[in-house]
């Protein structure tokens, strides 16, 4: 078997950026920005660490492309789960609904 | 087939270690896409009501502690760290530092779930726990010596009440004569304004983080049964799609909590101060 072995190195340098990016994710929430700021700031840095995770603690970017493929049809699903339902709340105010 | 007859390690429906590994470890990423699905419904509910009620979210969010979100994402970002070393060592046929890569892992995991337990007292403590009678509402905190009349409407509880000095129970286990409304980490004010949107807001917190937890605590038996395994030297570098795949829901766990801290905790806080 001849499996990609990630020295301890590149593991701890990928946990000195998690550890950072934590940090100011925390940080940034108490600036004074807008609201949306917040949110999609927050959201960002949460999905640069996940894949920081996802890639090389969970060794996804030295998998198999079907591992590739598994991986990113989660990601697909959920993405039309979320998507699907927010095109239907976030567009209720958008145009007169009759009856209501 | 003369190969794996001379590794007891492999299944007899595989051709080698290698697809037994390849196997093992595809099979637990079909799972985990469902895993994601478990949590992505609980993601959506979420998204839908911060949607609706920004602003219940934000406040409601301000109470949680802050400090008990980001400790407990350096705990388990660092135990994910451990588990990573742990697969390293395996790779490298180091069997002692797997052993104490993994005890390190189910250590950290405890801790997390410890603080957490701190964390729910806290809340329990403050009145953030509306399924409970009379920990969260502010009528149930008033004196028992007017009762409801037959004139009572939900309306009611929109107006804030006149005098705050009016010694109020904090909890259930609390004594009512030292309620200090002061140091509620949620005012009363937001309580009577907001009191089904906030409660909302605590039941996708209990929901999301209790759901965590649970997983946390299959993780942290997964691998101490791998700990136990690995002292006794089961694992080396030919054989070792248990921990890889014990590791890979680990991370999981991780990356669902890497979206808790600023979806829960960091909502509010630098806007809409008390």
């Not at chain 2, 390690?9 to 697809?19: L, T, Y």
């Not at chain 2, 509910?45 to 979100?69: D, H, I, K, M, W």
């Amino acid at each position: 078997m001849t499996h990609h072995v990630t020295p301890p190195r590149g593991y701890v340098l990928i946990y000195v950026a998690l550890i950072v990016l934590t940090v100011a994710t925390v940080s940034i929430a108490f600036l004074e920005l807008p609201e949306w700021a917040h949110l999609w700031i927050g959201l960002a840095i949460a999905t640069a660490k996940a894949t920081l995770v996802v890639l090389f603690f969970m060794h996804v970017w030295y998998s198999t492309r079907l591992t590739w493929v598994v991986a990113l049809s989660g990601l697909l699903w959920l993405t039309i789960l979320l998507v699907y339902v927010l095109t239907d709340y976030l567009s209720r105010g958008w145009v007169g609904v009759p009856g209501r | 087939l003369a190969a794996s007859a001379t590794q007891g390690h492999v299944a007899h429906h595989f051709e080698d270690a290698g697809q037994q590994h390849e196997v093992a470890t595809l099979g637990m990423w079909v799972f985990l896409a469902t895993e994601l699905m478990v949590f992505g419904g609980l993601f959506a509910g979420y998204t839908v009501y911060r949607v609706s009620y920004p602003e219940a979210f934000a406040r409601a969010s301000q109470s949680l502690n802050v400090g008990y979100g980001a400790v407990n994402t350096l705990v388990l970002l660092t135990s994910s760290l451990t588990m990573a070393l742990g697969v390293w060592a395996v790779q490298t046929n180091r069997r002692r530092p797997l052993t104490w890569f993994l005890c390190a892992t189910v250590a950290l995991g405890t801790a997390f779930l410890v603080v957490k337990g701190f964390e729910y007292y806290g809340d329990y403590r403050d009145g953030l726990m509306p399924f409970l009678p009379g920990n969260f509402d502010p009528d149930e905190w008033k004196p028992h010596t007017e009762p409801a009349g037959p004139d009572w409407e939900p309306t009611q509880r929109k107006k804030a009440p006149a005098s705050s000095s009016q010694p109020r129970k904090r909890g259930a286990f609390e004594d009512p004569e030292n309620y200090d409304p002061g140091t509620q980490r949620m005012p009363i004010e937001t309580r009577v304004a907001f009191p089904d949107q906030v409660k909302l807001f605590f039941s996708f917190y209990y929901v999301m983080t209790g759901l965590h937890a649970l997983h946390l605590i299959i993780g942290i038996t997964w691998l101490g049964i791998l700990t136990l395994m690995a002292g006794r030297g089961r694992f080396n570098a030919e054989y070792y799609f248990p921990v890889e795949v014990g590791g890979l829901y680990w991370h999981f766990v991780d990356v669902v909590w890497i979206f808790l801290l600023p979806l829960l905790y960091l909502v509010g806080t630098a806007h809409w101060h008390h």
